[in-house]
């Protein structure tokens, strides 16, 4: 098959679309013909070798970690499935990645039904980053109706489904942006909506139940003078700072927590619940051919993308 792969770290010009050997198909999975992969930032800096200790050092990787498709072999022991069925996944993030192929190997635990109504290239765009937002508001306590949440970077990849993910679950919703996108991000859903480059999140006026730093430039130490007695800081961002500041709040009534995402077809299922329901809609920034995968990283490299870069297998 097609794949993309990289046998060095180093800028997208490493990124090479080569013939690969086919998945080798495992007991409990399915082999899936991909139509369209999407990109996350995690894609452009493990290409530049951020993290090599933790998906191995074996070179070469392959690129790209959400998918979807259709299943074209069903191995020993996936029951539930059939040849033709449209499916959408991720890839577990600790893994050499691989999305961006003609074919994956997925188990049935990463993946689930396309939701109805979406197409490829949108249904590959929703698992890792709508997977990031919907973990962050429930895998430390659930948001209840009305929880007011701030949510810092809120128009790309994550953020604009954080947002959709917070209205949906009832909460009062104050989103962080960029100048081009203040109106993007209230027909997302915002209540409000704050600039960046003029105001601070931190001294906005207001207190939150939730403090989504998305971006993961907020400290929280900057971040706990606004939270609400028993509120949450949740980052993306794994640094030193935010280890040391979740053991310190372990047990204290405001918290720190690092979100890492993680592949779990209850979450998605979930997901494609609320894209049914007409409460979560995916928003493409740019969609690529395959051919053109360094074009696509330079794109999710520049951290204004508005919604989510998709790569489309032919
Ligand atoms: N821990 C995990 O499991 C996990 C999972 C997913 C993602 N992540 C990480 O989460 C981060 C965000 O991912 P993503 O896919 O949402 O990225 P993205 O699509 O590149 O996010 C872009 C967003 O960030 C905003 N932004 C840019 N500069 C900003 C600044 N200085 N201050 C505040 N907001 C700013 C942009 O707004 P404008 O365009 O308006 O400037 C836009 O809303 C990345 O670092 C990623 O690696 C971690």
């Known amino acids: 098959m097609r794949a993309v792969e990289y ?28 139509r369209a992969a999407s990109l996350n930032p995690k894609d452009v800096l493990a290409r530049k070798g951020k993290f090599r200790l ?75 980053a709508a997977l990031t937002a919907w973990q962050a508001f429930h895998d430390f306590g659930a948001l209840g109706e009305g929880a007011r949440v701030l949510i810092h970077g809120a128009t790309g990849g994550v953020g604009a489904f954080a947002v959709q993910i917070a209205r949906a679950l009832g909460a009062r919703v104050v989103a962080v942006c960029g100048p081009s996108n203040q109106g993007f991000a209230r027909e997302l859903g915002a209540h409000r909506v704050l600039d960046y480059t003029r105001e601070d999140p931190c001294a906005c006026g207001e207190t939150f139940d939730v403090f989504f730093d998305v971006f993961g430039n907020r400290s929280w130490a900057q971040a706990r003078g606004v939270l609400a ?15 040391l500041d979740q053991a310190r709040t372990a047990l204290s009534a405001r918290r720190a927590r690092l979100v890492v995402v993680r592949s779990r077809r209850g979450d998605l299922a979930a997901l494609g619940g609320l894209v049914e329901r007409g409460l979560l809609r995916v928003v493409l920034d740019q969609v690529f051919p395959l051919d053109e995968i360094a074009a696509a990283q330079e794109r999710v490299g520049s951290k204004h993308v508005r919604g989510k870069v998709v790569v489309a297998v032919p």
Do not use: N
């Open 54 to 128: 933790f998906s191995g050092l074996k070179l070469p990787k392959g690129v790209g970690y959400d998918w979807a498709g259709e299943v074209v072999q069903v191995g020993a022991g996936a029951e539930g499935v059939q040849v033709g069925d449209r499916l959408h996944g991720m890839l577990q993030p600790w893994t050499r990645g691989g999305s961006c192929a003609e074919y994956v190997a997925s188990s049935l635990d990463t993946c689930a039904p396309i939701p109805h109504g979406l197409s490829f290239e949108e249904a590959a765009a929703l698992p890792l």
């Open 7 to 34: 046998d060095r770290y180093g800028s997208s010009d490493v990124l090479q679309l080569r013939e690969v050997p086919d998945p080798v198909l495992r007991d409990g999975q399915v082999l899936v013909r991909v």
């Open 229 to 243: 007695e028993g509120g949450l800081y949740v980052s993306t961002v794994p640094t030193p700072a935010l280890v």
